[in-house]
C-alpha cells in the first residue's frame, strides 16, 4: 500500500514512538495521571459540546467556535491522525487521515456532542495512554456543515452515523497523536436518534441554490472573521494553487475516496484542508518527492508547472500566515 509523502510527518511520528518502545522499553503511563486528564478532557469537550439535537446547527458553531483554539485536548503540534479505529491493527498500520490540530478540532471534532462519561486505559500492545470520551455524531446536520460528503460511501457515513466514543491516543510527551471514532462504546446516553438518508452524492464541492459555494464548513469565510482584510486575496491566492495543483493530479488523489491507496491520506480538495498542508506541500514539491505515479514512484514534473506549483503555493501560503496574524493579534 502506498504512504502519503505528504503526511511523512505524521507517519514519521508514529515510525519513532515504535522504534522508541522496542529500542528502550519505557514504563507504561501512569493511569492515575491518564485518569485526571480524562475526567478533564471529558468535562471541557462536554461543556463547549454538550448533547443537543442532532440538527441544531447553532449548537454546532458554537461547539466549533469553542474548539478551534481549544487546548483542553493537548495535540501535538505537528499535526494529528483521524479515523476508524481499526484495533485489529498496529497504530502505525491504520488508514487513517491526517490533520492539523485547529482543523480538524473546529472542523471534525465538533462534528460530535459529548455527554462526558469517558474511560482510560494502557494499550497493552503500543503502550500508550488511551482516554475514550462517549460522543455522537450530528447527522442531521444541513450537508454544507460536513467537511466533505461523507456519503460518498455507505459504509463511511455509517461509521460516521453509529459512532458512539472517540478514543485519544497519547505519545510519550503526553501529547495526542493518534484520535479514532467507533461503535463500540455505549448507546446508553445517545437519546432520541434516527438513520439519516444523506443527498445524492455529486462532487467533493457544490454550489447551493443561492449560488453559494458548498460545503462550507471548510471555506475560509467559516474559518475567518468576517472583517479580515485578507479574505479576498486569501481566497484568490487559494484559487490560483489549486488550479496548478490540479494540473499535477495533487487535488485527485488526495482527495477523500483515496484513489491512491494512501495508508496516511493527506487532504487538499477544499481551501480549509489544503491550507492546514500547505507546508508540507511546498516542501515536498520542492524535493521532488511529490507527486507520485500509481505504483507509489516519483513522477516528475514539467519544470513550469513545478515552478507554477511552488509559486502560487508559496503565495498561498504568505496569504494564510497574513490573515491568521490578523487574526491572532485581535484575541
Known amino acids: 500500500m502506498k504512504k502519503s509523502v505528504v503526511g511523512g510527518i505524521a507517519a514519521a511520528a508514529l515510525a519513532l514512538l515504535a522504534a522508541g518502545a522496542a529500542r528502550t522499553q519505557p514504563a507504561q503511563p501512569n493511569l492515575a495521571d491518564l485518569e485526571k486528564l480524562g475526567a478533564r478532557i471529558a468535562a471541557k469537550l462536554a461543556q463547549a459540546c454538550p ?21 483542553e485536548v493537548p495535540m501535538a503540534s505537528s499535526g494529528i491522525l483521524w479515523g476508524g479505529d481499526q484495533p485489529e491493527l498496529r497504530l502505525s498500520k491504520r488508514k487513517l487521515t491526517h490533520f492539523k490540530p485547529d482543523i480538524f478540532r473546529q472542523v471534525y471534532l465538533s462534528l460530535f456532542s459529548f455527554t462526558g462519561q469517558w474511560s482510560a486505559s494502557i494499550d497493552p500492545r503500543e503502550r500508550v495512554g488511551v482516554i475514550s470520551v462517549q460522543a455522537y455524531f450530528r447527522n442531521a446536520l444541513p450537508p454544507g456543515e460536513f467537511p466533505y460528503p461523507f456519503w460518498h460511501s455507505a459504509d463511511k457515513w455509517s461509521a460516521y ?55 462550507h464548513a471548510t471555506l475560509f469565510s467559516n474559518r475567518y472573521s468576517a472583517g479580515n482584510p485578507h479574505l479576498v486575496a486569501l481566497d484568490k491566492a487559494y484559487r490560483d494553487f489549486a488550479a496548478e ?38 516542501e515536498e514539491v520542492r524535493s521532488g518527492k511529490m507527486p507520485q505515479d500509481d505504483l507509489g514512484m516519483r513522477k516528475p514534473l514539467p519544470a513550469d508547472l513545478r515552478a507554477a506549483i511552488l509559486r502560487t503555493g508559496g503565495e498561498f501560503k504568505r496569504e494564510l500566515d497574513a490573515a491568521d496574524q490578523w487574526e491572532a493579534a485581535r484575541h
Not at 64 to 69: C, E, G, H
Request: aromatic share 8%.
Open 245 to 282: 495543483a490540479r494540473k499535477g493530479t495533487c487535488l485527485t488523489c488526495h482527495a477523500p475516496n483515496n484513489e491512491a491507496g494512501m495508508d496516511h491520506l493527506v487532504l487538499l480538495q477544499t481551501p480549509v484542508h489544503a491550507s492546514g498542508e500547505i507546508d508540507d506541500v511546498l
Open 51 to 71: 448533547m443537543a439535537a442532532r440538527d441544531d446547527v447553532d449548537a454546532h458553531a458554537k461547539c466549533a467556535a469553542a474548539l478551534r483554539t481549544s487546548d
Open 161 to 215: 452515523e453509529t459512532a458512539n466514543v472517540i478514543r485519544f491516543y497519547f505519545n510519550r510527551e503526553g501529547q495526542v497523536f493518534v484520535v479514532t471514532r467507533s461503535k463500540d462504546g455505549s448507546e446508553a446516553n445517545r437519546g432520541t436518534w434516527a438513520h439519516v438518508t444523506p443527498p445524492t452524492f455529486t462532487d467533493w464541492q457544490w454550489s447551493d441554490p443561492a449560488g453559494g459555494l458548498q460545503p
